[in-house]
């Protein structure tokens, strides 16, 4: 029979202090705040792995308190002060639970792995009491650990931190000395310093420049992409019905990476943008514009400090393609150009652009849509496991709560053997139908060009 322990890693000696809240752990804070509770854990970064060969546990324990040490995100609680600001405590001292689960020798260490991730991931974080990171460990009847989980929140770490503090823990569970993972970061930023710039005067002017470009995209785009559908209109304007919950299609396609990777080598663009240009083309189709506006999830990955941070960095892009319903090929080669406009525009202060935005809508400004939200996170996240077929398959796995101002949200997620793209949508703007013809859109444009380009002239 299973047996369950939580065991309590201690942590002392840790570099303290606190300050204001960096841009990026600021706006994810806001935007968890203004869930409801049931979609809080949305916005948890979880990874689990299987452990082949098994790991003392012991190893395993030492490695997590170093790295502890090593990443002062993880021992950061984030709460308002006084006057309404969020800051951040970096605390000195305190434990880390780690649950553990002993499995016998008839059971199978990766179900109850998957079982426990599933548990700990399902759970929002109270960060003003609590650390952001859960730990979950499987044992096998041999006593090594089989099965390791991470779980931790958003407001400690986007994914591109989530991959380095998996590379971290990894070479330390192999026996990497802490201090030498420390040279190796020695240019990356704690949340701390990186508070520090944004109130400088050099933070300060890239932060007055990235807003300055994101409003004037705002004020180029429509002001609405997608009129809502006729049935639920009516539904609406009868008030009889309550907002309906919004779904989540995941398509799966094992042939579109390669595909991918053919479209950016002709094109010579990332494969990124070969995603991004065939999204803005089913956008435009779909609504019936002529041009399409994204926000567009950036990692800010760029500054030097930056590269190598486990914390919280990623920011929005505003994305604007007009004539996004050309040739495809055009379309990719205008949405490279574009994209990296957009992406060395998106490091700012989220919350001093909403209430610019709110200050201009007041004044009756015409601004974008901008409710389309494109996440690619393929490069940021390790590779998911990935049992499925050989075919492209269409799922609906689950339905969340009503979001207020979103159209669709469209995430690239990386597997082993395929590309998946996972699409939640609203129904009164965008039905399962059309969520539908949009996803295999996407797949049959780059599929097509693909195709165009291995054709003989």
Request: aromatic fraction near 4%.
């Amino acid at each position: 029979m299973t047996t369950r322990q939580l065991l309590e890693i201690a942590f002392s000696s840790g570099r303290s202090g606190s300050g204001p809240a960096t841009w990026g752990q600021r706006a994810v804070w806001d935007a968890v705040r203004q869930l409801p509770p049931a979609d809080a854990p949305r916005y948890n970064i979880a990874t689990e792995a299987p452990l082949d060969p098994g790991l003392p546990l012991p190893v395993l324990l030492a490695a997590l308190e170093r790295l502890l040490h090593l990443h002062d995100s993880l021992h950061t609680r984030l709460l308002p002060d006084e006057d309404g600001c969020l800051r951040q405590v970096v605390d000195p001292d305190g434990s880390l639970g780690v649950h553990l689960l002993s499995a016998t020798a008839d059971e199978d260490p990766a179900e109850l792995g998957a079982r426990l991730h599933g548990e700990l991931a399902a759970r929002a974080f109270d960060t003003a009491d609590q650390w952001p990171i859960r730990i979950g460990a499987v044992t096998a009847a041999d006593g090594l650990v089989r099965h390791v989980s991470l779980v931790l929140s958003h407001t400690a770490v986007d994914g591109s931190g989530m991959s380095r503090l998996v590379a971290d823990l990894s070479a330390l569970c192999l026996g990497a000395s802490p201090e030498r993972l420390a040279d190796l970061r020695t240019t990356a930023q704690q949340p701390l310093e990186e508070a520090e710039f944004q109130s400088s005067e050099r933070g300060r002017r890239r932060d007055t420049g990235a807003r300055r470009q994101f409003v004037r995209k705002l004020r180029l785009g429509p002001p609405r992409l997608f009129p809502p559908a006729i049935e639920q209109a009516v539904t609406e304007q009868s008030g009889s019905e309550p907002p309906a919950p919004f779904p989540n299609a995941v398509l799966r396609s094992p042939t579109l990476p390669r595909a991918l990777e053919r479209v950016a080598a002709t094109h010579r663009v990332s494969t990124g943008s070969v995603l991004l240009a065939a999204t803005a083309t089913m956008t435009a189709r779909l609504s019936g514009s002529a041009e399409a506006v994204l926000n567009v999830v950036v990692n800010n990955r760029f500054l030097p400090e930056l590269a190598n941070a486990v914390s919280v960095v990623a920011g929005d892009g505003l994305f604007h393609l007009p004539d996004a319903t050309a040739g495809f090929g055009d379309v990719v080669r205008r949405t490279h150009a574009a994209a990296i406009g957009t992406y060395r525009h998106a490091y700012y202060d989220k919350s001093a652009l909403a209430a610019e935005v709110a200050r201009l809508t007041a004044e009756g400004v015409r601004l974008a849509d901008r409710s389309c939200v494109f996440n690619d996170t393929r490069e940021l996240l390790p590779a998911a496991a990935d049992p499925g077929s050989d075919r492209t398959t269409l799922t609906w796995p689950v339905e969340f709560e009503p979001r207020p101002g979103l159209t669709y949200a469209l995430d690239a997620l990386q597997s082993a053997e395929a590309l998946s793209l996972a699409m939640t949508a609203d129904p009164a703007v965008l039905p399962r139908a059309a969520m539908e013809r949009f996803l295999y859109g996407i797949e049959e444009l780059i599929l097509t060009e693909a195709a165009a380009e291995r054709a003989p002239a």
